[in-house]
């Protein structure tokens, strides 16, 4: 008697974790892209939802970007995206959604001054429609979202104001936004080291502020552009108060009000670190989420 009841407590325990086992996504940690452009293999990082292979239907996307000095494993690392995607499908507030990590290595996911790199240009026409013929993704605006932590949360900007035609949303976390005197003023070695081969090598003061940069200011592209056109895309931008990049997102949200540009803004009790990051990812999910769901 005493097997049998042993037997059906366990069963039952069986029973009541079953779908949480059954609810967890795939991740792949490595793949790999042959790019022409870079003219190198370049590695990559899906979260697959949990009903990926058992289902015939396509999922939204969401291209997740890495910060400066990780790589496309950093958000599955550090930031345990996966167990947050889980979590938020599961609870339903966000669709099942397919989650894409590229590695960017240092290259601010933009193309350098001198050509040399072009991430930006393998990004777009290359990274973007692989994946996406490779994987039962929808391929229409509606569906696909960027976000991004520091570099990262950059390169979300700057996808998102140059192409407002592919992504519905776009989740910035303390975005790595440099107003203009904030470039001027980086100490030589920390210039060279960090933009010097994106904006042009051993330039000092006001000769930092080139053409490249221009380019590639968010605060620049944001004054560069209409309002209408800044309105084809939905913003979520979070940098904690005690990050040394506020100035510039406060600056971007000023921007974005002047312009009369809707978006959502928050300033939370935090640094520039994954704690930070991995209590907000949640909430730029559900707000891209929103975007791929029927209204």
């Not at 240009?121 to 290359?126: C, L, P, Q, S, V």
């Not at 692989?130 to 994987?135: G, I, M, T």
């Amino acid at each position: 008697m005493k097997n049998i009841l042993k037997t059906c407590l366990l069963l039952c325990l069986l029973l009541s974790i079953a779908p949480v086992f059954a609810q967890q996504g795939k991740v792949i940690e490595e793949q790999t892209v042959k790019s022409k452009i870079l003219k190198c293999n370049v590695k990559y990082t899906i979260y697959l939802p949990a009903d990926y292979e058992t289902a015939n239907r396509s999922y939204p996307v969401v291209y997740l970007l890495h910060g400066y000095t990780d790589d496309n494993t950093g958000w599955l690392q550090f930031g345990e995206i996966n167990r947050y995607a889980d979590k938020a499908i599961a609870d339903g507030t966000i669709p099942p959604m397919i989650i894409v990590m590229p590695n960017a290595d240092s290259s601010w996911y933009i193309n350098s001054y001198d050509g040399k790199e072009k991430y930006e240009d393998f990004f777009i026409k290359e990274f973007m429609p692989h994946v996406e013929q490779a994987y039962r993704i929808k391929t229409e605006k509606q569906y696909r979202g960027v976000a991004g932590l520091s570099m990262g949360g950059y390169g979300t900007l700057i996808y998102a104001i140059k192409y407002p035609q592919l992504f519905s949303a776009a989740a910035a976390l303390s975005a790595a936004v440099f107003p203009d005197d904030q470039m001027v003023g980086q100490p030589d070695a920390n210039y060279d080291t960090v933009f010097g081969q994106l904006f042009g090598r051993g330039l000092k003061g006001k000769d930092r502020l080139s053409k490249a940069w221009q380019a590639n200011s968010v605060l620049e592209l944001v004054q560069n552009k209409t309002t209408d056109d800044l309105s084809k895309v939905r913003y979520w931008i979070d940098c904690g108060d005690d990050d040394f990049l506020t100035k510039g997102n406060c600056l971007l949200h000023i921007a974005l009000t002047e312009k009369k540009v809707p978006h959502e803004y928050r300033v939370r009790d935090g640094a520039h670190n994954w704690t930070y990051w991995r209590t907000g990812i949640t909430n730029a999910l559900i707000f891209m989420g929103d975007s791929f769901r029927q209204k």
